[in-house]
């Protein structure tokens, strides 16, 4: 028996656009999303954020990803249908729905409160679903998710400028606070000035921590100190600012996803100081073990947060009026966006603007 | 005109030192200072031989200076105090491990962590404030500032303390510091040498949940009924390594060698920690998936600031803990340094000076 058409494979009919190969590009694609069941929130796209990884995963770079695909895992919009067991949320909410859509709830991780570190999470987009059906992500015009994977989007927060905290917001923030680089007096670099970096800085700031960016082009450092509020800029090339800042940070937050050397990143930090990469370099990375050792240093890592933290962060964000610097796009520019952002020529987020230009 | 390494100070001294890369140790005159107000001198009874001294003869590391007195894990007895010395007096067990001086006056010494102090003074190979060269525990008398010498507890030998100098903080501070020791707990321990049989031995004694990973197997009965370790898994053996994915809280890699640290990771469950404490030539190759999918981390540590090293040798008395060694005479070093360079040693030597360095000159 053959299998179920994507239209088919689900009572409602769902649309969005989708990449069909190795190649990235994306275009229309008629799809169903599942019936509301009793603990699931649906809800009609408004926005959704265009992350680095969407461009990743369109190109199979990781080698996961599973055609036709369709992205987007910083969506927001507006809750039309809840099931009978849904206790959080109710018609005309503004919510939120990020990387997750659906975990265990019984392994340790998922009792901590950290979904993301679930051996058997499941992503928005491209895994496979516990009814064995393959999820579709943001890129489309209605989402339904589970209760536990849904935030709800505070009031004052414009919906277009909250969507790409819900992956890139998360990412950085809960390294902040786990890292304990989240206090008056801590001194915290932020490498890369993209989608995560500039969050990095507004977080950091609302903190009460002084932040350096450090970043390979000298054309963003007014950018950085003016408008975003860090207190200085590092240009990584330079010999001398490099040299002078040795030994001067508690904490880095590494953004950035190509292969770089992190051996001047472990210099800059202080004894015991914590470097802590977020972007995820597909080949490893060379250590020096030396300056690891001098100085009872550490490299970590951090993948997004769990549902609890994300609700955290997205309250936190809107007491403190922060949103992401985003450029809203028609879905039909999505290609050219994502040349754009392959090329980091974005300040600093493309958002969809789902509700109003994606059509049939 | 520079003056002679026996002239440079004014009391004579005998040891045993390297005079150039091959790292052959050979009989070496020289001297040391006065004994200063807060000084102690220490006749010297015991010293441990380091894989850090392996490395340091032949300028592995790029750094080795020439003639060099190795030795950094001395065991003695003092001979004279200062008089401003308030810690010690003549007779005193002591010893003194990887570092002689530091600045004293910043904030990493503020906190007795005089190991990170970007003006630490190693044991050997260092320069002093004045400007001679330091010389370690490979000779019959050493003079050190008394803020860097410890106790050796009663009743404690002094041939198996004294590689807990350095090998034993070397793994009690990360243990402390990275908050492994909540009994229940599983630590790894990557390498089952003089570091690694010491970190098994302390892990226990916190207990630990303890499992040896090496890549022989022939280290396992040992690991198992005499060390009592809990475990024991073989790193070549890969369906052994995958049974034990994500089993492990924590991790002491003591392994010098260049060596994969990808499979290492894969033992940590989610929050796990990898402790690095061997000093590998080359950087090492870290995968960043790992650390970003499983919130990991890879840390390293250096020895352990004065206070901890203290702390860390009350803590072994208390619980019996001493390292395992082969006494050697001094003229025997060059071949325990060659049997070192092929792990062919259980677990640490240490050179008897007292009753065999000064045989040695004649």
């Excluded at chain 1, 995963?57 to 809750?79: D, R």
């Amino acid at each position: 028996m053959a299998a179920k058409s994507h239209e088919e494979e689900h009572p409602n009919k769902a649309f969005g656009w989708a990449a069909r190969d190795q190649s990235g590009v994306l275009s229309p694609f008629q799809f169903s999303r599942r019936v509301t069941g009793e603990k699931d929130v649906a809800f009609k796209v408004l926005f959704c954020g265009i992350c680095h990884s969407d461009l990743h995963m369109a190109k199979n770079e990781w080698g996961t990803s599973t055609y036709p695909l369709v992205p987007g895992h910083e969506i927001v919009g507006q809750v039309t249908e809840v099931g009978s067991k849904v206790e959080k949320f109710k018609v005309g909410d503004k919510v939120g729905v990020g990387c997750l859509v659906g975990s265990c709830h019984s392994c340790d991780s998922c009792s901590n409160n950290l979904e993301n570190y679930c051996p058997e999470l499941i992503l928005t987009y491209s895994a496979k679903y516990h009814d064995g059906t393959i999820t579709y992500g943001g890129y489309s015009d209605i989402m339904v998710a589970d209760e536990h994977f849904i935030v709800r989007i505070p009031d004052n927060l414009p919906l277009d400028g909250a969507a790409p905290l819900l992956c890139a917001g998360i990412t950085v923030y809960s390294p902040l606070r786990f890292f304990d680089l989240d206090k008056p007096g801590i001194h915290v670099g932020v490498v890369g000035l993209g989608g995560l970096g500039h969050v990095a800085v507004k977080f950091a700031k609302a903190m009460g921590v002084k932040v350096t960016v450090i970043s390979t082009s000298p054309s963003k450092k007014q950018e950085a100190l003016e408008h975003l509020g860090a207190d200085s800029f590092l240009v990584s090339r330079d010999q001398d600012g490099m040299q002078a800042a040795v030994g001067t940070m508690d904490g880095i937050i590494d953004t950035v996803s190509a292969t770089h050397p992190i051996s001047p990143l472990i210099g800059l930090l202080k004894t015991r100081g914590k470097l802590v990469l977020v972007g995820a370099p597909a080949k490893p990375l060379e250590l020096p073990v030396f300056p690891l050792l001098l100085g009872g240093k550490v490299v970590g890592g951090s993948g997004i947060g769990g549902m609890k933290e994300t609700q955290e962060m997205i309250d936190f964000a809107a007491k403190n009026n922060i949103t992401a610097d985003i450029e809203v796009i028609s879905m039909d520019y999505v290609n050219t966006a994502m040349e754009r952002l392959l090329k980091g020529d974005v300040r600093y987020r493309f958002v969809i603007d789902i509700g109003n230009t994606l059509k049939i | 005109m520079a003056k002679s390494p026996e002239e440079e100070h004014p009391h004579k001294a005998f040891g045993w030192a390297a005079k150039d890369t091959s790292g052959i140790l050979s009989p070496f005159h020289f001297s040391r200072r006065d004994n200063g107000v807060e000084d102690v001198t220490i006749k010297i009874l015991y010293c441990g031989v380091c894989h850090s001294d392996l490395h340091a003869v032949k300028n592995e590391w790029g750094f080795s200076r020439y003639p060099m007195v190795p030795g950094h894990e001395i065991v003695g007895v003092v001979t004279k105090t200062g008089s401003n010395v308030m810690k010690f007096k003549v007779d005193d067990r002591v010893g003194v491990g990887v570092m002689v001086n530091s600045c004293k006056s910043c904030e990493y010494c503020h906190q007795d962590l005089e190991n990170y102090c970007p003006k630490m003074i190693f044991t050997y190979n260092a320069q002093n404030h004045d400007g001679t060269k330091t010389y370690g525990g490979y000779s019959n008398t050493i003079v050190v500032d008394e803020r860097f010498v410890v106790r050796i507890p009663d009743g404690m030998p002094g041939d198996g303390c004294a590689p807990l100098l350095c090998a034993g903080i070397t793994v009690y501070s990360p243990m402390k510091y990275y908050g492994m020791t909540e009994p229940g707990k599983h630590l790894g321990i990557v390498g089952l040498g003089g570091l690694g049989h010491v970190a098994v031995k302390i892990g226990k004694a916190f207990g630990l949940k303890v499992t040896v990973i090496s890549s022989s197997s022939r280290k396992e009965r040992e690991a198992l009924d005499r060390l009592g370790a809990d475990s024991f898994l073989v790193s070549n053996d890969p369906a052994k390594m995958k049974a034990a994915f994500g089993t492990m809280d924590y991790i002491i890699d003591t392994v010098s060698a260049v060596h994969a640290l990808a499979p290492f990771l894969s033992l940590l469950k989610t929050n796990g920690k990898l402790v690095t404490l061997g000093l590998p030539e080359k950087p090492l190759e870290l995968p960043i998936f790992p650390l970003v999918l499983g919130r990991k981390l890879v840390g390293g540590s250096d020895v352990g600031g004065m206070k901890e090293t203290q702390e860390m040798l009350d803590f072994c008395a208390k619980h019996n803990i001493t390292a395992d060694v082969e006494v050697i005479q001094m003229d025997q070093i060059n071949t325990a340094m060659e049997r070192l360079a092929k792990s062919d040693v259980r677990y640490r030597f240490v050179i008897d000076v007292a009753n065999s360095l000064s045989q040695s000159q004649l």
